[in-house]
């Protein structure tokens, strides 16, 4: 198993960066495609990207599009999702999820989750 815990969120204002990491142990993270999901109270958990370890490609819902990017350090066992431009709707919790690559398109089949990291953008 894979044990996963995100750290970077915070409160900042519109239009700030922002750069959450994902530091994965017990199992190598390379072995694993890897997603950064999003939440709101009372909404289902939101993919925000999907990267996939076999291939090197990432996939971002159209929504997602041009403020995102996931990128992976495997040397450190780390995924991290840089967020730039961001806007008050950013407001969630931000997961990392990780398994095989059609298990981290959705929410209820990623198999292994972090605790999550709180992202608050003011406006």
């Known amino acids: 198993q894979v044990q996963l815990e995100e750290s970077g969120g915070g409160l900042v204002q519109a239009g700030d960066s922002l750069r959450l990491s994902c530091v994965a142990s017990?199992?190598?993270?390379?072995?694993?495609?890897v997603a950064w999901y999003r939440q709101t109270p009372g909404k289902e958990r939101e993919l925000v990207a999907a990267n996939n370890w076999s291939d090197g490609t990432t996939y971002y819902p159209d929504s997602m599009k041009g403020r995102f990017t996931l990128s992976r350090d495997n040397t450190k066992n780390t995924v991290y999702l840089q967020m730039n431009s961001l806007k008050p709707e950013d407001t969630a919790v931000y997961y990392c999820?990780?398994?095989?690559?059609?298990?981290?398109?959705?929410?209820?089949?990623?198999?292994?989750w972090g605790r999550g990291t709180q992202v608050t953008v003011s406006g």
């Open positions: 999820a990780a398994g095989d690559p059609a298990s981290v398109l959705l929410p209820t089949t990623a198999p292994y």
């Open positions: 017990g199992r190598t993270l390379s072995r694993y495609a």
